[in-house]
């Protein structure tokens, strides 16, 4: 059997493995990625909205606060990306614009607006008529929206390309395939087996499968809570050079208690997205994810029919019991979580990279990671966040 030895060995190579993989190589370790397609995985479908602020929800304080970090850090990120790599990551200043269309759509995104108010967070109110000055191609019916100029947007998929790009050049060793089995010894995590019979050995190994985190064979029970994958349905529109600027910054909705998001690319391209489903691994397509998004993005910008429909896809966002990221060691020696990202994974691709890095480089966890220990899941709380 074929064996080779690194300081860490990364599970899993979407954007978040690969973001520690880098940042780990650039302190000096020998780093191997395990992936059968790395620089894929649930960013390929994301819309790369970088939006910690209008995000947030209610109990959601300490994740706001590492998506601030994390967003802080994104232009210096993407530029540094963009030189190791060579590559694009689209990353734009954009700001967020988040409005409504009835009553109770404006009463809901009005209580997110006092909230941020009383965490002293930069968002204005606006009128409706202050929104469509801002975007012209809203719908008249628009009652009122908040403004967030510090949310941005990035492209994941470029992020993705330019990660695996980045590791090659800092000596990452990206092996193209799956893990079969973490390989564990003498209560301590050692390394993975691939599918094609590869025995891989580190010292450190870190867990970063996006939604089948939890489910690696060989990985002890009570280790890793459970991260479940939740669907999301996404559209690619193409806004012709006829109708641009079609929109100037990302679009945030709530329309009749749904919520929906527009992602305006500097290409060109026009995202939609997002539903929720809670289906298992089901990534299928499907008519009805199609006709929401749809009816919901044309009640907000009726032009956008008029719109050439590219692409259709859906991805799987891993969520946590209480949907916040797990960082750092687990209840194994050797083993390090970076997963369970949900809905953030893009936006906290920075952040990760470097906390965990940190950890692995000096065995010290920086204190923004510490309320993400995956040991926050005692079985206690682990019940009280599943009921």
């Known amino acids: 059997m074929a064996r080779t030895h690194a300081d860490v060995l ?6 978040i493995g690969l973001a520690v993989a880098w940042r780990t190589a650039q302190r000096g370790l020998a780093v191997t990625v395990l992936d059968p397609d790395p620089g894929h995985g649930a960013a390929q479908v994301a819309a790369g909205m970088l939006a910690p602020v ?15 970090a994390s967003n802080a850090r994104y232009a210096d990120f993407a530029a540094e990306l963009e030189q190791a790599s060579g590559l694009p990551t689209g990353y734009r200043a954009c700001g967020t ?3 409504a269309l009835d009553a109770d759509d404006r009463a809901e995104l009005r209580e997110l607006y006092d909230f941020h108010q009383r965490l002293g967070l930069d968002s204005g109110w606006l009128t409706g008529r202050e929104c469509r ?5 809203l719908a008249p019916s628009v009652r009122g929206g908040l403004h967030v100029a510090d949310d941005h947007q990035v492209d994941g998929r470029r992020v ?24 564990v010894a003498d209560g301590r995590a050692v390394g993975a087996l691939a599918e094609d019979g590869t025995e891989f050995t580190a010292d450190q190994v870190v867990l970063a499968a996006g939604s089948r985190s939890h489910l690696l064979p060989g990985l002890p029970d009570g280790v890793l809570p459970p991260v479940r994958p939740v669907k999301g349905q996404v559209l690619r529109l193409r806004v012709p050079p006829v109708y641009a600027p079609f929109l100037s910054r990302n679009l945030r909705a709530v329309v009749r208690g749904r919520h929906i998001y527009l992602v305006p690319r500097a290409d ?38 008029e719109l050439p429909l590219v692409e259709t896809g859906a991805g799987l966002r891993p969520g946590s019991p209480d949907n916040a990221p797990l960082l750092g060691p687990t209840a194994l020696p050797g083993l390090v979580a970076a997963t369970g990202h949900y809905r953030n994974g893009v936006l906290l691709t920075p952040v990760t990279g470097d906390l965990v890095a940190e950890y692995l480089a000096t065995g010290r966890l920086p204190e923004p990671a510490v309320p993400f220990l995956p040991s926050r899941f005692t079985r206690d709380t682990l019940q009280e966040a599943l009921r």
């Not at 209008?54 to 601030?68: A, D, K, N, S, V």
């Not at 790009?165 to 089995?181: F, I, K, Q």
């Open 268 to 305: 060109g391209e026009l995202v939609i997205g997002a539903t929720v489903e809670e289906l298992g691994h089901d990534t299928t397509v499907t008519a009805g994810g199609v006709y929401e998004l749809l009816r919901d993005a044309h009640e907000l910008l009726p032009g956008i029919t």
């Open 160 to 183: 993705g390309a330019a990660l695996v790009a980045a590791c090659r050049r800092a000596g990452v060793t990206l092996v193209a395939s799956a893990a079969a089995r973490l390989t």
């Open 97 to 99: 614009l988040a409005v």
């Open 133 to 137: 000055r801002l975007e012209p191609m």
């Open 10 to 15: 990364i599970v899993g190579g979407g954007i």
């Open 54 to 68: 209008t995000e947030l929800q209610y109990g959601e304080e300490p994740l706001l606060r590492l998506g601030m």
